[in-house]
């Protein structure tokens, strides 16, 4: 049973450029979560995906902007990258209407900006 | 707004020690599910245990236990005879009931580490 996998693992970028990150959910799983978690810190919600829709958005900018995909992997996309943005991006996969089910994670990916 | 507070940056403690860590929560909602989520260097945030608010009965999972207590907003955990392997970030996360989304809100974690 695959877990939640995201790629690149690592990343590394200048300030001003773009990056995607991907995710594949948990098999059987059909809502994606992505998160912000700096150095230190705990994670930040930034957006939720079902039926390819953005269903929830936290408190980040429109520079951040994601996808989902009929199979339900999901892209999150950073435009104009800031040094700020430098953090570990944590997807998370769960099953919609299960409201007690944890939701899963995957590794994460470690975005560098230069 | 939801928030959740982990006053414990940091402990330190010996191999078989017990372990508890702290955890409040501040939430408008009647009913709300508390997770404990444990972060290995790996990265990967690591599902431990769930409670949900309209039930504060308190358990025991092998090694693990907590403590919700609703009256307080505190849902503490504590690791019985903590094992270098437990050395960890651990993060205290609350989702509230409302089907239009489940975002988790985390606290800032703990870091535990355990010496042999």
């Known amino acids: 049973d695959a877990g939640v996998t995201q790629s690149p693992t690592h990343l590394i970028k200048t300030r001003g450029q773009q990056v995607t990150l991907r995710c594949s959910p948990k098999?059987?799983?059909?809502?994606v979560s992505w998160y912000q978690q700096a150095l230190g810190q705990g994670p930040q919600f930034i957006f939720q995906?079902?039926?390819?829709?953005?269903?929830q958005r936290g408190n980040f900018p429109d520079r951040f902007s994601g996808h989902q995909f009929p199979n339900y992997s999901s892209e999150l996309n950073v435009n104009a990258l800031l040094l700020g943005d430098s953090a570990l991006y944590l997807c998370?996969?769960?099953?919609?209407?299960?409201?007690?089910?944890?939701?899963?994670f995957g590794d994460g990916t470690r975005l560098s900006i230069l | 707004a939801q928030k959740v507070t982990q006053a414990q940056t940091e402990i330190s403690v010996v191999e078989k020690e017990d372990v508890t860590l702290d955890c409040v929560y501040e939430?408008?909602?009647?009913?709300?599910?508390l997770f404990w989520y444990k972060q290995p260097p790996s990265g990967e945030l690591v599902f431990l245990i769930r409670?949900?608010?309209?039930?504060?009965q308190n358990e025991i999972s092998g090694r693990y236990s907590w403590n919700f207590q609703k009256s307080t907003s505190s849902f503490n955990f504590t690791i019985t005879a903590s094992q270098v392997v437990d050395s960890a970030v651990y993060f205290c996360?609350?989702?509230?009931?409302?089907?239009?989304?489940?975002?988790?809100?985390f606290g800032g974690g703990t870091r535990v580490l355990v010496k042999p």
């Open positions: 998370a996969s769960s099953l919609a209407g299960l409201m007690s089910q944890p939701q899963h």
């Open positions: 098999s059987g799983h059909d809502t």
């Open positions: 995906y079902y039926e390819e829709e953005e269903r």
């Open positions: 939430t408008r909602d009647t009913t709300y599910y």
């Open positions: 409670r949900n608010s309209f039930d504060e």
């Open positions: 996360a609350l989702r509230n009931y409302k089907a239009a989304g489940n975002k988790l809100t």
